[in-house]
């Protein structure tokens, strides 16, 4: 009697056992794919950093297929590449918003060559968007310091476009880049200086501004 006690409660805990093991609760976090663990820790709609067409200058780097640039990366550009043109008795400018740029030192020392410009209330901006009359105001400002703007006598050849009259404020600045090579006329024939350029566009000017500066003048 004893031993069928037994034998009837081994079997009942065997039973328990198996339904214990068969109802356990499963992890949390399932198990990690190491084949898969480098591909899905970008959600579809970001892109890696490593697959970005990036154009690269020395302590630069510009993201090729962005829409616009903005103005504390121009900054970077001018001021890791072209510093040496800078002007070293520049007196330093006040910026009250560039605390929180990783640009700060590019800023102040663009803004201390002239290079680019804070409004009245000593803001620059530095996220905003680049348009075509920044780059023209700053390269023509460059290729002065460096020595290597046109000739007078190239500049009054140039047909202005159709947008640029000798009473805009920035004329001889966008005259200038346009006879110096550095930047382009739109299609239409007008030079849009509002027009916000694209990433690969400002490097395009980037690299015509730098290979202006490493020829003789006209």
């Known amino acids: 009697m004893i031993r069928m006690k037994n034998s009837l409660f081994i079997f009942f805990c065997l039973i328990l056992a198996g339904c214990v093991q068969r109802y356990q609760i499963p992890p949390s976090n399932p198990p990690i794919n190491p084949e898969n663990t480098q591909q899905d820790q970008y959600p579809e709609e970001v892109t890696p ?8 200058t020395p302590g630069v780097t ?10 504390d990366e121009l900054a ?3 001021y890791e ?17 560039i605390d929180s740029s990783t640009k ?34 700053s390269f023509w400002r460059l290729l002065e310091l460096a020595g290597k703007e046109p000739e007078p006598a190239l500049l009054h ?13 920035a004329w001889q600045d966008i ?14 024939g007008r030079f849009q200086s509002g027009r916000i350029p694209s990433g690969r566009e400002v490097m395009e000017s980037y690299k015509a501004l730098e290979n ?7």
């Open 76 to 78: 970077g550009l001018l």
């Open 49 to 56: 950093v490593e697959t970005m067409e990036q154009a690269e």
């Open 212 to 218: 202006r500066l490493n020829t003789t003048n006209d």
């Open 175 to 188: 005259i200038g880049c346009l006879a110096a090579g550095v930047l382009p006329v739109e299609p239409d």
């Open 81 to 97: 590449r072209f510093f040496s043109y800078f002007p070293q008795d520049a007196t330093t400018p006040v910026i009250i918003d």
């Open 104 to 137: 700060q030192q590019a800023l102040i020392a663009v803004v201390s060559a002239n290079l680019m410009q804070v409004g009245r209330d000593h803001r620059i901006l530095p996220e905003a968007r680049v348009r075509k009359l920044d780059l023209a105001r």
């Open 62 to 71: 510009l993201d090729l297929s962005a829409p616009w640039v903005t103005r």
């Open 157 to 169: 050849s140039i047909d202005p476009p159709l947008d640029v009259s000798t009473a805009h404020s």
